[in-house]
């Protein structure tokens, strides 16, 4: 058992909480090739497509596969590893006698003898930031990469050296797989608040420009000021504070407002250049200046960036686009289709009507798993998410390691405080103690997110319908781990012989997502009357539907089809009032997506009620035989129905009046049967892609709730009764035969 595999087991043994941010691919590389190439140290840095993984090992050797947010990484074998006094990491204080040494130029004033004293320690630090740096840490063997060696040793910040954690050391090998994997733009980390991204991206800019000649490298932030910021009060004094063979000379002030720049001759040292009888004039300069810039869509456009640090990309509000940006940016990373630059984007995000909607379609659009045939993501960035408990400040250990759960015996962190209280525990707390300020409790999912959803909780004050509830469901689905309640999979005609019999078949990669399958003797109840097909099970549940007819678009971004089924109250062995299928997709062809909602509803023997403004999809179960389980328009009578919907079925999305029961359908349906019913009891609605649509729900703009629509209208077929016209009451008068008499005088008279 490795080293790493040990650890894995020593934080699974004493936590509660299940470690998911990487694991170690065993085997992943046929034993025979691994052993060979690292003989022969044939492995070269950067994305090898034979394994499909990115290699960060600049010695020709690798050792663990991990795989990070679904990227696999070869790290370098093990090497050299250095043993610190409480088998931790420590921070190496920096020699006094080189402290003195402040330039280049200093230090060729100091006699041979003296030098020859240092070299091998300044060729070894050399080494360690070009190979990274391998440590026993709590007994395990450690590995960080060179930017995170420079990082903790050589980088000052607010508190002083920074100290080692965990989770960083993951966040630094991803970011140096970025670096190394020629299809890619860079990172798009998505964090908590206070987890370090400013410094340490402030570290990265300054350590790849003191090796760097003829770059630029740039720093954008929510605003110019906060950028300024950053420049002068992470950049500048980390860069200040290197260590002479480190540092480049600069020209201007030692500490600039705007621009640093390595302009007077400096060069990348190495032993070489240190023991060259060289005059320091004839060192050739860097010419790499670092600067920032005010906050705009085209802040660095037409400019060639070597390395952007896009700090708090994800609180840019309007007019301000952070989608904009980038599609300009990107451009200054690359010379035609070849990568010649990095962005190193982090943030939090803002609520969606404040700037987070942009930064998470960038984040989604960066998922390493969803590659174009050119082998990059939409953006042409990595996601990155690390959960707010590997990173929260005041729960981490002196090892570095996150204290997930309240310790059973002593713990204290790097600062030798006791730690009584796991972060799981504090959080939850947290939570709880907001339970009754929904805003107040989004903003601190947005601050501290344990999941993405977290991270791009909205605010309540402009939803439609109840936020309170639906959280309380979206939260208690992530608690209990709702995707064990959910199977995903895709329906399939036996043999393939289409209008016979449907089966489903799970498959992780599947279109459906269904938390209730019917019993065996209830699935493709089929009723035929007359060459018609009607549903056996009309009396369990309903589909509502949002369709679409054409299987492709001009921009290839088309809204999805949607569908969702819907139990009733019945008798039988069903939940009630069960939302238990969920389909969101826009297969390959229209008519792909026709056949899946055709066999979803003969498997479960229900009808549907679709919107029949986009009439193909209906056409198509009149035209299979299939019309009976194409439900009618349940707010008129049959005799009211225009001829279309006659032949076909459906309900129009156009009326006003459709429009605002649907939306109340949903209303009534989330205050009864969502989030917390009443004496512990919680809803059952388990689809976490319908919630986060119900909490977005725009009824002006409904054009982008698929799921809200399907979902609306299998609430409005599953209640059709409550729309059923009602017939108004004719009185008439009835003349009965009988005389009519005026009895004012002494006698009656007939009336005539």
Same mark, same amino acid.
């Given at each position: ?8 087991? !020593? ?6 909480? !299940? ?30 497509? +034979? ?25 370098? $074998? ?10 931790? %990491?420590?921070?190496?204080?920096? *020699? ?40 026993? &840490?709590?007994?395990?063997? #450690? ?24 989770? &960083? ?17 860079? @990172? ?38 906060? $950028? ?26 030692? =500490? ?8 007077? *001759? ?5 032993? =070489?250049?240190? +023991? ?15 600067? %920032? ?24 509000? =309007? ?24 962005? @190193? ?105 344990? #999941? ?17 509830? /639906? ?21 399939? %005609? ?31 109840? /089929? ?45 039988? !062995? ?106 512990? !009891? ?11 649509? %119900?909490?977005?729900? &725009? ?15 299998? /609430? @409005? ?34 009336? &005539?």
């Amino acid at each position: 058992m490795s080293s790493r595999d040990l650890l894995r087991v !020593e934080l699974n043994l004493t936590s509660m909480y !299940e470690q998911t941010l990487y694991k170690v691919l065993d085997n992943y590389i046929k034993a025979s090739t691994l052993k060979k190439k690292n003989r022969h140290k044939t492995w070269k840095y950067g994305y090898d497509g +034979d394994h499909d993984m990115v290699i960060i090992s600049k010695t020709g050797k690798i050792g663990e596969i991990y795989e990070i947010q679904n990227l696999k990484i070869a790290l370098p $074998a093990e090497f050299e590893t250095h043993n610190f006094k409480d088998k931790k %990491w420590s921070h190496t204080e920096y *020699p006094k006698e080189l402290n003195r040494i402040k330039t280049i130029f200093d230090w060729k004033e100091y006699p041979e003898d003296f030098k020859e004293q240092w070299y091998d320690y300044i060729e070894k630090e050399f080494e360690r930031r070009e190979n990274g740096f391998w440590f026993n &840490n709590k007994s395990n063997l #450690t590995y960080i990469t060179g930017t995170h060696y420079m990082y903790l040793q050589w980088s000052k910040i607010d508190v002083g050296p920074p100290d080692f954690r965990e989770s &960083n050391r993951l966040f630094y090998i991803f970011w140096e797989a970025c670096k190394a994997d020629y299809r890619c733009f860079g @990172m798009d980390y998505l964090k908590n608040r206070r987890s370090g991204f400013s410094f340490m991206s402030s570290g990265e800019i300054v350590n790849l420009a003191t090796i760097s000649t003829d770059s630029r490298y740039g720093i954008l932030s929510k605003s110019g000021p906060d $950028a300024k910021k950053m420049f002068t009060d992470k950049v500048v004094p980390i860069s200040v504070n290197y260590p002479f063979f480190f540092k480049p000379i600069q020209d201007g002030m030692d =500490r600039p407002k705007t621009e640093l720049a390595y302009r007077i *001759p400096a060069s990348k040292l190495t032993r =070489r250049k240190l +023991d060259a009888n060289e005059n320091p004039e004839d060192l050739k300069g860097l010419d790499t200046t670092i600067d %920032w810039k005010n906050t705009g869509d085209n802040s660095y456009d037409g400019e060639k960036l070597k390395l952007l640090v896009h700090d708090e990309s994800g609180k840019w509000e =309007r007019p301000n686009n952070i989608l904009n940006n980038w599609r300009v940016t990107k451009t200054c990373l690359r010379l035609g289709s070849r990568v010649i630059g990095k962005c @190193m984007m982090g943030s939090t995000s803002n609520a969606l009507d404040k700037g987070g909607d942009n930064f998470k379609k960038l984040y989604y659009a960066s998922d390493v798993t969803r590659r174009n045939s050119n082998g990059q993501t939409a953006s042409g960035l990595y996601s990155l998410f690390i959960p707010m408990e590997w990173n929260y400040e005041g729960y981490i250990d002196s090892y570095g390691l996150p204290v997930f759960d309240t310790p059973k015996e002593p713990v204290e962190d790097p600062y030798g405080m006791p730690i009584k209280q796991g972060v799981i525990e504090f959080w939850n707390n947290e939570v709880a103690g907001l339970k009754d300020d929904q805003d107040g409790l989004n903003e601190f999912y947005r601050q501290f997110p344990r #999941t993405e959803q977290h991270a791009f909780r909205d605010e309540a004050k402009e939803s439609l319908f109840n936020l309170t509830k /639906i959280y309380q469901q979206i939260d208690h689905n992530e608690s209990m781990a709702a995707s064990t309640l959910v199977t995903r999979g895709n329906f399939q %005609w036996e043999n393939g012989i289409k209008d016979t019999k449907v089966m489903f078949m799970p498959n992780k990669d599947g279109r459906f997502y269904v938390s209730w399958i019917p019993p065996i003797g209830m699935q493709n109840r /089929i009723i035929s009357k007359q060459g018609t097909n009607y549903p056996g099970n009309e009396h369990l549940g309903a589909f509502g539907c949002d369709s679409y007819d054409i299987s492709g678009t001009v921009d290839s971004r088309g809204s999805n089809g949607a569908l969702h089924g819907l139990t009733k109250f019945s008798m039988e !062995e069903a939940p009630s009032n069960h939302f238990f299928l969920e389909y969101i997709a826009r297969p390959q062809t229209a008519e792909m997506f026709f056949e899946d909602v055709l066999m979803a509803c003969v498997f479960y023997g229900m009808p549907i009620l679709a919107e029949n403004n986009k009439p193909r999809l209906l056409y198509h179960f009149k035209n299979r035989g299939y019309r009976g389980y194409s439900m009618n328009r349940p707010d008129k009578s049959y005799t009211k129905l225009s001829i279309t919907e006659r032949e076909i079925g459906g309900i129009p999305n156009s009326s006003q009046d459709i429009m605002q029961a649907h939306a109340a359908a949903i209303e009534t349906y989330i205050e009864e049967l969502v989030g917390i019913l009443g004496d512990d !009891e919680m809803g059952d609605v388990y689809f976490q892609r319908t919630l986060e649509d %119900w909490a977005r729900f &725009n009824i002006n703009n409904r054009t982008k709730h698929d799921a809200s629509i399907s979902s609306g209208l299998a /609430i @409005m077929a599953c209640n059709r009764n409550r729309y059923a016209p009602v017939n108004k009451v004719v009185r008439k008068n009835i003349n009965l035969g009988m005389k009519r008499y005026d009895n004012s005088g002494n006698y009656s008279k007939i009336i &005539n």
